[in-house]
């Protein structure tokens, strides 16, 4: 008998060649940057919706705290949200959420030793007892969201659950998974959708990948 691969999100494969940029509205001033239309707004939006229904389930028992982490998740977390208080307003039991936003600020200075600086937010304290949602937008080598992790636990919340938008397939992983995936993506830079290359692009509504002059444009 085949065996059916469980998939917990949408993977997009290496040799996924995405879509041509004339086929969709691209602000002007990136048309020369980007190479492909990787993921259509749309379709973030409509993954995003199943990812609310799926949290609620799992989460939507007790007060929730959605945790944002800026600046690239801001879209993804308002967009979710909107999906999961369309959920609240439409059933019979509905709990009450809250919301906070944090940065995160990693160390390189000796070989990325994980150390991270939460900046902003409310005093964590106030995690104690909550279902805390951390809503990201791309996990990487997986690296800041252990440490993340970590660290919240001491502040002893009820349920930590992290969604991400994007999880990137790469070499430098540590291995961690987030409790919710949007889409597993290749090893390449994507941008759009609050996603930036050097504070660059969050202003596009689809994840695209950028091109070579666009590197070279917004150089740091
Ligand atoms: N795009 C934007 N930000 C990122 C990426 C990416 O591909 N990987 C890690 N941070
Ligand atoms: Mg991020």
């Keep these: 008998m085949e ?6 999100c949408i993977v997009i494969d290496d040799h996924e060649q995405g879509y ?4 969709f509205c691209i602000p002007k001033h990136y048309i020369e940057d980007l190479e492909r239309v990787y ?13 609310a229904r799926d949290i609620m389930k799992d989460m939507g028992g007790h007060h929730i705290v959605a945790l944002c982490v800026l600046k690239g998740g801001y879209k993804f977390f308002a967009d979710l949200l909107d999906y999961i208080k369309a959920l609240n307003r439409n059933s019979d039991r509905s709990i009450p959420m809250t919301v906070d936003f944090i940065r995160l600020k990693s160390y390189y200075n ?5 150390d991270i600086k939460v ?6 304290s106030s995690l104690a007892g909550k279902n805390v949602l951390i809503v990201e937008d791309i996990i990487d080598t997986g690296k800041t969201m ?10 002893n919340p009820q349920m930590v659950k992290v969604v991400s938008l994007l999880v990137k397939r790469t070499p430098r992983s540590v291995g961690y998974r987030p409790d ?5 993506v290749p090893d390449k830079f994507v941008v759009g959708y609050a996603l930036d290359y050097n504070e660059y692009f969050r202003d596009l509504n689809h994840i695209c990948v950028i091109n070579e002059n666009g590197k070279l444009k917004y150089k740091a």
Excluded: C, V
């Design 180 to 184: 919710y995936i949007g889409f597993e």
């Design 146 to 155: 252990r440490t993340l992790l970590a660290m919240l636990k001491n502040y």
């Design 20 to 23: 041509d940029l004339d086929l």
């Design 39 to 51: 993921i259509p707004h749309g379709l973030i939006m409509d993954r995003t919706e199943r990812l």
């Design 3 to 8: 065996e059916n691969i469980a998939t917990d």
């Design 119 to 124: 900046i902003g937010g409310d005093d964590l």
């Design 110 to 114: 000796d070989q990325s030793t994980g």
